[in-house]
């Protein structure tokens, strides 16, 4: 199975801040990999799809890229309202996992 | 507007069987692949398993294959998922979700949820 390791776990950063968030899958998933946020008691949401295309109506501060094995997340200028648990997932081959998550919180 | 809704969660004995219910409108059901995922109290998410649109392929979590079967009636505009021998440890939030394309692009749309608690 593909491990998909995501770092850092937790991450407290402030309003206007520029953060990056990496997952690293354990073989080649060429480009298939999504990126969601979840708030408390509510469904994931898609962000980025193909490793770094934009869903659509998401914000274009958030953007996602990959170098061979290591996919990031970057949000380039952070709002109140993306403080939330953010998670990868590969779509390559069975089974679909997950990242453990990063919970960004407010500095 | 694209809705999920789901049904048939709740309490249930360890051994015991659950069949989940996911009811799709607002898009054209048949074209798209869906999931199934799922969230233990205050964990990450773990995907569960996946059909694709004409429900050809399907394929499980380690955790689960051999007890749980996922399928879909485009008919009814429903996707389901079989739970049986069910073990404390799947007790989660169930969520299905619709791919965004035919191919692997990840969930665009979720459900609300479905609560499983497996306890005696």
């Known amino acids: 199975d593909i491990q998909l390791t995501q770092s850092p776990s937790f991450l407290s950063a402030s309003v206007g801040d520029r953060v990056t968030i990496t997952c690293r899958a354990s073989?080649?998933?060429?480009?298939?990999l999504a990126w969601y946020q979840q708030k408390p008691g509510k469904a994931p949401k898609l962000l980025i799809y193909?490793?770094?295309t934009l869903q659509s109506g998401v914000p274009s501060r958030f953007s996602g890229s990959e170098s061979a094995t290591e996919f990031t997340l970057t949000i380039s200028s952070l709002q109140p309202e993306d403080f939330a648990t953010y998670y990868c997932?590969?779509?390559?081959?069975?089974?679909?996992?997950f990242g453990q998550g990063t919970k960004l919180e407010i500095k | 507007q694209v809705q999920l809704v789901e049904s048939g969660g709740g309490v249930v004995q360890p051994g015991g069987s659950l069949r989940l219910s996911c009811a799709a409108s607002?898009?054209?059901?048949?074209?798209?692949?869906m999931h199934w995922v799922r969230q233990a109290p205050g964990k990450g998410l773990e995907w569960v398993a996946f059909?694709?649109?004409?429900?050809?392929?399907?394929g499980y979590a380690d955790s689960v294959r051999g007890r749980f079967t996922i399928s879909r009636d485009n008919s009814k505009r429903k996707l389901f998922l079989q739970m049986d021998s069910l073990r404390p440890e799947d007790t989660a939030v169930y969520y299905c979700?619709?791919?965004?394309?035919?191919?692997?692009?990840?969930?665009?749309?979720w459900g609300q949820g479905s609560l499983v608690m497996v306890s005696s």
């Open positions: 979700a619709k791919d965004r394309s035919a191919s692997l692009q990840g969930g665009d749309y």
């Open positions: 607002g898009f054209t059901f048949n074209n798209y692949a």
């Open positions: 059909i694709r649109s004409d429900g050809s392929n399907k």
């Open positions: 073989q080649d998933i060429n480009i298939y």
């Open positions: 193909a490793a770094s």
């Open positions: 997932q590969q779509l390559n081959s069975y089974p679909y996992t």
